[in-house]
């Protein structure tokens, strides 16, 4: 009901304001480098006032003009997780990124949907996990020492989810 009545007064007000200021919180950005050259820009997005479950959280972010968030690179986790810090208000236990495995207790296999590239660096998994049998989904959790790490997750949960906009850095 929240988030109908949320699109409902940006179609009224989106001349003068964006959605996005209105249903998201911008956290932070992040310059992503490959082979030392800076390629795109990301900026992370987390929800003011509604969850999702798993597989409804892309949908909500392209209704706003934004992505379902992947971190693609180790370099775009590290830069993540002191946005989540700054923001935990906004967090309960779990955050979804758009990442599952077709093989549920697996440590490795886990793939980017938007992509369907399999995660290429070593996953900073949370202690004990991955621990569910039927667990397909991906969340980012606190940690001890301040820090994030990964979860697997249950999908149709409702939990606070990460969006992201990307802008190319290239002319």
């Known amino acids: ?14 001349n003068t304001i964006t959605c996005n200021e209105l249903a998201f919180v911008n956290i932070g950005s992040v ?14 997005f987390l929800p003011k006032f509604f969850k999702s479950e798993w597989k409804l959280s892309a949908s909500v972010c392209r209704s706003f003009d ?13 830069a993540l997780v002191p946005m989540l810090r700054n923001n935990s208000n906004l967090l309960t236990t779990w955050t979804f990124i758009n990442i599952m495995t077709l093989t549920p207790l697996s440590a490795t296999d886990w793939y980017w949907v938007s992509t369907q590239r399999k995660i290429d660096y070593v996953i ?3 202690h004990y996990q991955p621990d569910g049998e039927v ?7 606190p940690a001890p020492g301040n820090t994030y790490c990964f979860n697997d997750h249950g999908c149709h949960y409702p939990e606070p989810f990460l969006c992201e906009k990307i802008e190319s850095l290239l002319s």
């Open 1 to 14: 009901m929240n988030f109908l009545l949320l699109i409902l007064i940006t179609s009224i007000f989106y």
């Open 31 to 44: 310059n992503v480098l490959k082979d030392g050259i800076e390629m795109y820009k990301k900026t992370f």
């Open 66 to 78: 934004l992505e379902f968030a992947t971190l693609h690179t180790r370099q775009e986790f590290d």
């Open 124 to 126: 900073p998994w949370c």
């Open 135 to 141: 667990e397909w989904c991906m969340s980012l959790a």
